[in-house]
């Protein structure tokens, strides 16, 4: 994984998933128990995620020490630790935001902290545009209206339903 890669992957991820990712006391986790994830934890596979990881910063992931650190620290080699501190930092400074505002906070600091290291900012740009898509649209069907009876004990509709019912 690269600057670019880690970038979009975490900026797409606080996108789409909408607010941050919490304990029940509000603290802000890699993985929280509903399955909503930081920054951080949306670019830590599934396979190297382990529990003895929450509570800790980047930094303190990638000093650790034990086996389960070490494919860790190799996924995130090509990495800039700045770049990861700055991720993190914008998922939990949202958290003081009214939940509204988080996508709109998440582009703001995305814009700013790919300024900041020289990363393409077409994720973001795509964003802002497919949001404002409607996306596909469902034929709006009228309910049909009894317009009276034919005289036979059936009702006549407006529309065409093709349906009569007896009254």
Known sequence: ??????FDI??????????????STGRSQLRALRGGKSAIGALIPDQLYGKS????????????????????RQHFSGVALPLL???????????ECLPSLFREIVL??????????????RM????????KLSGPQL???TAPVVLGSTGEGAL????????????
Not at 60 to 71: F, I, K, T, V
Not at 108 to 121: E, K, N, P, T, Y
């Open 1 to 6: 994984m690269n600057n670019q890669g880690a």
């Open 10 to 23: 975490a900026l797409l991820h606080l996108l789409v998933q909408g607010h941050r990712s919490v304990s």
């Open 53 to 72: 990881m929450e509570g800790k910063t980047v930094q303190q992931m990638l000093a650790a020490n034990g086996p389960e650190y070490d494919p860790l």
């Open 85 to 95: 501190n700055e991720l993190q930092d914008l998922h939990d400074r949202t958290g």
């Open 108 to 121: 703001a600091g995305g814009q700013r902290i790919a300024r900041m290291f020289g990363l393409s900012m």
């Open 124 to 131: 973001i740009q795509l964003w802002s545009a497919y949001r």
């Open 139 to 141: 034929p709006r069907r």
């Open 156 to 167: 006549r509709y407006s529309g065409n339903i093709g349906v009569s019912a007896p009254i």
